[in-house]
């Protein structure tokens, strides 16, 4: 794509409507009317942040016809010169923030109105600058915050030079954080005891021998500060001993405090869920013949889709087959504005730990009453669906049911029948159930080869735990054909009911995801290049175009490294009330539909489809539609946050497990490259550490980020992202997961030329001769 040196569009204005917007005075047109000027364009989108969708501009300026054209053009050119960023289907300035963010109160300001920053950098925003500041504004009757609290917040730029640049008003406010602190009991040695946090910002606590409350030294406990004399240490009285630190479930409370993930079910939530009883038959179509099954994970407590596949009837459709998806009717039981509903908005997901869950929902509602167990009738939100031999849906219904799951299958049991060895359990269901399945995945994979989405190959490692729940060993689980029938089915039934909503104009929440920003995009381009392998520029890309590349690095000593890198290129899926596409998966409009119970996201879809098709009164409610885009962005977050605590645990458990090998040598990958050194990552256990760039030998290092290396200024010989080396461990400390690591490989010649490698030498200012005198005086 060719940018414009001299500033101007791309293309000339081909109509000549005079503009809607005030004061526009930009170019002329054919009949010596004005179109906006590109400081207008970019003026009205600085304004005005809630309105910067393409629609948006064309209609504050008047533009329509080929005028729309012109101002794509124009909008084209501002993204390839880097003064506007998308975001979802609207536009920002580069380090603005959007028009809905979570922020953090951290102080106020001299005339005391309260200042915070977003709690989260946008990942799109390469920068390394400081968060944008926003004054919180208080409106009579508004919602009140304070300094700690984390809000869900509308911003608004200012005009401000000095101060912050923008002003929010509060939408809601995230739970109070915690007072209690978590820590581990220490034994001094003059006999007493004290409490080293889990948190390096906070101060330790003295506890008295009263107050330990049995906990006992290397407890991992919970403890509330009480107030003490005005001199001297600060001290506390253990609430809760959760137990010793070696113990995974101890680790796993370290990131559910950490993170502030809500873990303890209200009393009213309980008592809700338990006054829940059985559905009944009434309003439903009786599916309790049909030979649906679940298939899951052999260590699954909930089983919240269950599917089936037949040949379909009608002979127009020859070959084609009709599968059918059945999800647990979560939305029956959590009713909008409930108790239930509430907690489940506040915790938007269930996390997922080594050995525990944190469910969105109770236990009554998640493993029972919404849990699709064999033999037991259940209600259940159905989609069939038919397809032609080739995998091409040509038509979807949806269906509000009762249920019997005929059999429950772990993934292992199902693929070992396909494959010739069926147990007792498995026997009798091969023909009339299994087999079927298998048939219609056969053309559902052809129908995804000819859709060619993303194909990465990244393993994903589990964590076994021994009986006492430390760590036993890391494996890759095989990817069977059973694990990928049971995910194509279920992206199958989130298309089709993203496609119900949209042709009902019901509203939803999206599963979006956005293509490499043009950013992202030229990193990568520039990368590939040291390769040899071209991305094209100007055409929108595709995943067809990553595959390719995929294609031509697959066997190669280089496999890992590209598909890292262009993993990292992608944009983070979200959920959103606008429409963008997914583009990882190269859908056009997806939803999430299929995970009710352990997704907030999911239960709004349903609820979407109950009012969009008529199947009852427990579907969206105005007030709920009023709220998505705040919904969305709560949700988002909740998600980043599960994550965010399940890579923690895994880093903790895994430096807990190996703090009595420090001066051992392991094999690692490289698996990331700062400024500051190199992340490693164990193969074997699926962890990082770190090696400092001071330490990587006695010539300095520059770090080359288009090659993603650290390269030698002398020698020109590195490190880079996905090399193997070896490591010496020389520092840990697990309850912050951290790992420091000694370099023992040799660095390499680099693969491709030198050229971003002497850019980055050539970039090289005062803070790195800063950072190269730093390393310099700590090897002598």
Known sequence: ?????????????????????????????????????????????????????????????????????????????????????????????????????????????????????????????????????????????????????????????????????????????????????????????????????????????????????????????????????????????????????????????????????????????IAEAEAAEPITLSGREDWRDRLLITIDPADAKDHDDAVMAEPDPDEKNRGGFIATVAIADVAHYVRQGSALDREALKRGNSVYFPDRVVPMLPERISNDLCSLREGEARPAMAVRMRFTATGRKIGHSFHRVIMRSAAKLSYQQAQSAIDGNPDDRTGPLLETI?????????????????????????????????????????????????????????????????????????????RVHDAPSLAKQEALREFLQSFEISLARGAQLKPAQFNAILSRVRDTEHEQLVNEVVLRSQSQAVYAPENLGHFGLNLRRYAHFTSPIRRYADLIVHRALISALGLGDDGLKPEEEARLEETAALISATERRAMAAERDTVDRLVAEHLSSRIGEEFDARISGVAKAGLFVQLPDYGADGFVPVSTLGDEYYIYDEARHAMVGERSGRGFQLGDSVSVRLVEIAPMAGAMRFEMLSKPDKLPGSMKSFHKAKGRRGSSQGKSRRASQSRRR
């Not at 533009?63 to 729309?68: A, I, S």
């Open 434 to 510: 299994l087999q079927p399945l298998w048939d219609a995945y056969g053309a559902l994979r052809r129908g995804r080869e000819e859709r060619q989405p993303l194909e990465l190959d990244l393993p994903e490692r589990k964590i076994l735990l021994k009986e006492d729940g430390t760590v036993d060993r890391v494996v890759v689980p095989p990817r069977l054909d059973a694990h990928k029938l049971i995910e194509e089915f279920m992206v199958q039934a989130n298309v089709a009911a993203a496609e119900t909503l949209e042709a009902k104009r019901q509203a939803l929440v999206y």
């Open 1 to 269: 794509m060719a940018r414009s040196i001299s500033g101007k569009s791309r293309s000339k204005p081909r109509s000549a409507k005079s503009s809607g917007a005030k004061g526009a005075s930009g170019a002329k047109g054919p009949s010596d009317t004005r179109l906006p000027s590109r400081d207008e364009v970019l003026r009205f989108i600085t304004d005005n942040p809630d309105r910067t969708a393409k629609r948006d501009i064309a209609k504050a300026f008047g533009l329509k016809g080929g005028d729309r054209i012109w101002l794509k053009d124009i909008l084209r050119d501002l993204q390839d010169e880097g003064l506007l960023k998308k975001t979802r289907k609207r536009l920002l300035r580069p380090g603005a923030l959007p028009h809905v963010v979570v922020l953090d109160i951290f102080s106020r300001d001299a005339s005391g109105a309260l200042l915070a920053r977003p709690a989260e950098k946008d990942d799109q925003d390469e920068g390394e600058g400081p968060l944008p500041l926003v004054e919180i504004r208080t409106q009579k009757g508004g919602k009140a915050a304070g300094i700690g609290d984390r809000v869900l917040a509308r911003v608004f730029p200012t005009e401000s030079k000095d101060g912050p640049a923008y002003t929010g008003r509060v939408m809601k406010v995230f739970e109070k954080r915690r007072q209690n602190v978590l820590g581990v009991v220490r034994k001094s040695q003059d006999g007493g005891f004290r409490i080293e946090p889990v948190e390096r910002t906070q101060r330790e606590l003295v506890i008295d021998a009263d107050y330990l409350n049995d906990a006992q030294d290397g407890d991992l406990v919970e403890v509330e500060p009480v107030s003490g004399g005005r001199y001297g240490p600060s001290r506390g009285k253990v609430t809760s001993v959760i137990g010793s630190l070696s113990s995974e479930k101890a680790v796993s409370m370290i990131a559910i405090h950490a993170h502030e993930i809500p873990h303890v079910f209200p009393d009213q939530v």
